[in-house]
C-alpha cells in the first residue's frame, strides 16, 4: 500500500480525499481503507459488447461505441436545471446522449472522442436516445494531443479509463459519490499497495478451491471477465459463511459447557397437563414436545428453534414447555413481538389452565396483569408484578419487550421462549442474550419459535448452532384455504361473496397496505401512492357505502394499545364482523371464527407475508377463503400471488420464494446481520458444505482457536456481528 497507508488507516488521511470527501464517505459507511476496498460492486456495466447504432432497441441496454460530433449545455426553460446533450455517431447511424446536472460533464467529454455509452435506450418524439447513460472515453479521432491539452485537467482520468476492462464496477451509490468517483480511489490503492496477509488458513484456499485474498479484491474490482467477478464473490462468500460455521460450532461447545436448571417431569401431572388440552397434540406436536421434554431435563441449556407452518399449534407447545419449568419451582418468559400477541398468548392460557395457580403475569408497555388460578385474576401495577417475578412469587411470565427492559429480574429463571423470532431485530436478540441471567451460575433454556418456514438448507448454515424441531402438520379437520386472485372488474362480485360469509356467521379481515394518505402523497401527487388502498379509507368506504348494515371495525399501529386489545377481543367474541387492518395483525392472531382474509393492492406485500395473512384464517371448522386484490397486471406480480395460491405449505412457499428472490432478499441482510454476498450464495450447497467442513477441521485440530489468534479476533467481531439469539 501507498507509503504509510494501511487497512486500518482512515480515509481522510489517505492523500487525495481529504475531509469534505471522507466525511461524505462516511455515510456509505466507509471510514477506513478497509471499508472502502470491501465496498463491493453491486454490478457490472459490459462495454465488451458494442451494438451498432442502426441495431438499438428501444427499452433495451445496451452499449455503442461512437465519436462525439456534438456537445453542447442547455437550461432547462421552467427548472433551473442543465441539460447535456451529445450526438454520437458511429458507421451506422448517430443517437443523441442526455444527461441533466452534470456540468463537467462538457469539459471533459469534447468533440471528436470517441466513447463508449452504455444504458437504457428510450424512445422520445425526436427519436432514440440515451438518457444518463455510462460512458467510457476509449480515445480520440482526430488531433489527440489538441484534445489531451484540453483535457489535461482530467487527464488521469481518461488515462485510467483507457486502461479500465471492459467490465465497469457500478457501486452502490450516495449523495456525492459516484461509482466513478469510487473507482478512483480504489483503483490507485489497489495498484500501490502492499501484499495483503491473507486471513485464511494455508491450505484452506487450495482446498475449498477458492481465490486468494488480493487476487479476489482486484478482480472484484476490476474483473476482466464475469467469470473473475463470481471467483472473486466466491472467496469472500465462502470466508464469511466459514467464519459463520466457526461461530455456530463454538457456540454450540460453549454452551454445552454452560449450566442450566434441569427440568424433570413426573409422569403423573404431565398426564394430567396433557389431558387438560381440549385437543389431542398432532404427531409433530407430540414429537417436538418429546425433545424439549429432553432438552429441558439436562443440567445444559437448551437452544432451540421450533419451526412450524401457521396454525400449526406452536404455543401450546410453548406453553407446556412453560409450565414444565413452572412445576419444577422455576420460572419461564415468554416473549411475543406485539402486545396483541402477548395477550393473546396470556388468554389461550387462562382458556386452556384456568385454574393454574402457580402465578401467570402478562407484561406489556401499557401495562401488567396476574392470574392465580379462576377467579383470582387482578389488574396488576407493573411495578407490583415486576416485584413479585424478581421474588418468584410468579413462576410465568408472557409479554412483549417489557420483559427484556431495565429492572425486569427474575429469582430463578429456567427458561425463556420468544415468539416469532423473525420479528425482533438482531439486537433485541441479543438482549435477551444478555438477559440470559438466571440466578447466576445458571443459564436458562432458550426456545424460539419461528412461523416463516426457513428452508432446510438455509437453516442449517443460519442456525447451525440450534437443534431445530419442526411441526410439519396442522391440526386435523383443517379445510385447505380456498385463495384466489381477484382482478378490479370483480370486485362487487367479491363483496357479494362476504356478505353472504357473514350472513352464515363468519368474520372477516380486510388488509390494506397503508394507514391513510401521506401528507406529501397529496403535495407531489406521488404516483405510486395514488390509488395505495387505506385502512381509513377503506373503513370509510366499506361502513357506510359497502356493508352499511354490519359491524364494521379498524385496526392500526397508530392506536392505543388499549383500543388495540379492545378491539382484539371484541373480534374475538364476535362482535366484529369485518376488520379493516393494517399488517398489524400479520404475525399469530388466531380467531379460528373468521374465514375471510381480503387482501388489498396485494402486490406490495412480500410472499412471506402474504403467506401470513392468509394463516389469520382457516383456523377453525369453516371453509375459509384468502381474497387477493390487485390491479398491477405485471408477469411479476402474477407469478408471486400464483405462487401463494399453488402453495401446499410454507415451506413448500419459502422454496419458491428463495428461488424467486434468492437468500439475500428472503432473509434480507439486516435481519440476520450477515453480509449480503454471503447471503447470496447459501443456495450454494456446496460452497457452504465446504465451508463447514474448513471450520469442523480447524476446531478438530485446535478447539479454542488458542494458535489462531487472529482468526479467533475476527470470529469473535463476527459472532457479535451476526449472532442470531
Ligand atoms: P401457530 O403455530 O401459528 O402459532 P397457534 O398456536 O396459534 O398456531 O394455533 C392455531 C390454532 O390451532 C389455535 O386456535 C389452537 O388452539 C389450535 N390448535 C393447536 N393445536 C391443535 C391441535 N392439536 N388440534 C386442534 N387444534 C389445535
Ligand atoms: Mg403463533
Known amino acids: 500500500m501507498s507509503q504509510g497507508v494501511r487497512l486500518e488507516t482512515e480515509l481522510r488521511y489517505v492523500k487525495g480525499i481529504g475531509l469534505a470527501f471522507a466525511t461524505r464517505l462516511e455515510k456509505l459507511g466507509?471510514?477506513?481503507?478497509?471499508?472502502?476496498?470491501?465496498?463491493?460492486p453491486s454490478r457490472y456495466e459490459d462495454f465488451s459488447k458494442i451494438t451498432n447504432i442502426a441495431d438499438l432497441i428501444p427499452g433495451e441496454p445496451a452499449t455503442i461505441q461512437g465519436v462525439i460530433h456534438d456537445i453542447k449545455i442547455l437550461r432547462s426553460f421552467r427548472k433551473k436545471m442543465f441539460i447535456i446533450q451529445a450526438t454520437v455517431v458511429d458507421n451506422t447511424g448517430s443517437i443523441r446522449a442526455t444527461w441533466f446536472n452534470q456540468k463537467f460533464l462538457v469539459a471533459m467529454l469534447k468533440k471528436g472522442m470517441v466513447i463508449n455509452l452504455a444504458g437504457k435506450i428510450s424512445d422520445g418524439k425526436n427519436g432514440l436516445s440515451f438518457s444518463h447513460p455510462s460512458y467510457e472515453i476509449v480515445g480520440f479521432s482526430e488531433d489527440e494531443e489538441q484534445f489531451m491539452e484540453d483535457a489535461a485537467e482530467y487527464r488521469e482520468e481518461i488515462e485510467s479509463f483507457k486502461h479500465t476492462g471492459r467490465l465497469v464496477p457500478v457501486y452502490p451509490e450516495t449523495r456525492g459519490v459516484t461509482s466513478k468517483g469510487l473507482r478512483f480511489l480504489i483503483k490507485p490503492l489497489l495498484d500501490e499497495m502492499e501484499r495483503l496477509p491473507e486471513t485464511l488458513p494455508e491450505g484452506m484456499l487450495v482446498r475449498a478451491g477458492v481465490a486468494e485474498i488480493n487476487d479476489a479484491l482486484r478482480k472484484i474490482h476490476f474483473p476482466d471477465t464475469m467469470d473473475d467477478v463470481l471467483y472473486a464473490r466466491r472467496r469472500f462468500a465462502f470466508e464469511d459463511i466459514f467464519y459463520l460455521q466457526l461461530v455456530n460450532i463454538l457456540e454450540r461447545s460453549r454452551l454445552a459447557k454452560e449450566n442450566a436448571h434441569a427440568c424433570g417431569i413426573d409422569q403423573k401431572w404431565f398426564k394430567e397437563l396433557l389431558e387438560r388440552l381440549p385437543f389431542e397434540l398432532t404427531d409433530g406436536q407430540r414429537k417436538t414436545v418429546d425433545e424439549i421434554v429432553l432438552d429441558l431435563a439436562k443440567p445444559h441449556p437448551m437452544n432451540r428453534l421450533l419451526q412450524g407452518d401457521v396454525g400449526s399449534g406452536k404455543t401450546i407447545v410453548a406453553i407446556m414447555a412453560a409450565i414444565i419449568a413452572a412445576e419444577n419451582g422455576l420460572q419461564a418468559s415468554f416473549m411475543a413481538p406485539t402486545e396483541i400477541l402477548a395477550n393473546q398468548h396470556y388468554q389461550t392460557f387462562k382458556k386452556i389452565f384456568g385454574n393454574y395457580e402457580k402465578g401467570v403475569a402478562l407484561l406489556t408497555a401499557s401495562g401488567a396483569k396476574v392470574f392465580y388460578g379462576e377467579g383470582l385474576e387482578s389488574e396488576a401495577k407493573k411495578p407490583e408484578v415486576i416485584k413479585k417475578l424478581a421474588k418468584g412469587e410468579i413462576k410465568i411470565a408472557i409479554g412483549t419487550h417489557a420483559l427484556i427492559q431495565k429492572g425486569v429480574e427474575f429469582a430463578n429463571l429456567a427458561l425463556v421462549v420468544i415468539d416469532e423470532q423473525h420479528r425482533f431485530g438482531v439486537r433485541q436478540r441479543q438482549a435477551l442474550a444478555g438477559h440470559k441471567k438466571g440466578d447466576g451460575e445458571y443459564l436458562p433454556h432458550f426456545l424460539s419459535?419461528?412461523?416463516?418456514?426457513?428452508?432446510?438448507?438455509?437453516?442449517?448454515?443460519?442456525?447451525g448452532d440450534l437443534d431445530i424441531s419442526v411441526i410439519g402438520e396442522l391440526p386435523k379437520g383443517r379445510k385447505e384455504i380456498i385463495t384466489k386472485i381477484v382482478p378490479p372488474a370483480s370486485r362487487t362480485d367479491a363483496y357479494a361473496f362476504i356478505r353472504g360469509q357473514v350472513k352464515k356467521g363468519?368474520?372477516?379481515?380486510v388488509i390494506c397496505p397503508r394507514i391513510e394518505k401521506a401528507e406529501e402523497d397529496e403535495d407531489k401527487k406521488n404516483w405510486f401512492a395514488v390509488d395505495t388502498k387505506t385502512v381509513k379509507e377503506e373503513y370509510e368506504k366499506l361502513s357506510k357505502k359497502i356493508f352499511p348494515?354490519?359491524?364494521?371495525?379498524?385496526?392500526?399501529g397508530k392506536l392505543k394499545p388499549a383500543e388495540k386489545d379492545a378491539i382484539m377481543q371484541s373480534m374475538k367474541k364476535g362482535d366484529i364482523d369485518v376488520l379493516v387492518a393494517t399488517s398489524v395483525i400479520e404475525v399469530g392472531v388466531d380467531i379460528p371464527n373468521a374465514s375471510i382474509m381480503m387482501i388489498e393492492g396485494s402486490d406490495r406485500f412480500g410472499l412471506s407475508q402474504l403467506y401470513q395473512f392468509k394463516g389469520r384464517v382457516g383456523r377453525g371448522e369453516h371453509q375459509s377463503f384468502c381474497l387477493l386484490f390487485t390491479d398491477s397486471s405485471a408477469q411479476t406480480t402474477k407469478d408471486r400471488l400464483e405462487a401463494l395460491v399453488g402453495a401446499k405449505?410454507?415451506?413448500?412457499?419459502?422454496?419458491?420464494?428463495?428461488q424467486l428472490r434468492g437468500p439475500g432478499e428472503f432473509m434480507g441482510q439486516s435481519q440476520t446481520g450477515l453480509p449480503d454476498l454471503a447471503m447470496r450464495s447459501l443456495h450454494d450447497l456446496k460452497l457452504v458444505k465446504s465451508?463447514?467442513?474448513?471450520?469442523?477441521g480447524i476446531l478438530g485440530m485446535d478447539p479454542d482457536l488458542t494458535s489462531h489468534p487472529q482468526l479467533k479476533d475476527i470470529v469473535r467481531k463476527f459472532h457479535d456481528k451476526v449472532h442470531l439469539e
Open 30 to 40: 466507509l471510514k477506513t481503507v478497509k471499508d472502502l476496498l470491501w465496498h463491493f
Open 691 to 696: 465451508a463447514r467442513e474448513a471450520a469442523e
Open 449 to 463: 419459535m419461528s412461523a416463516t418456514p426457513i428452508p432446510r438448507t438455509l437453516s442449517l448454515t443460519l442456525f
Open 506 to 509: 363468519r368474520q372477516v379481515f
Open 649 to 658: 405449505n410454507g415451506f413448500e412457499l419459502a422454496e419458491k420464494d428463495l
Open 549 to 556: 348494515d354490519m359491524r364494521v371495525a379498524m385496526l392500526h
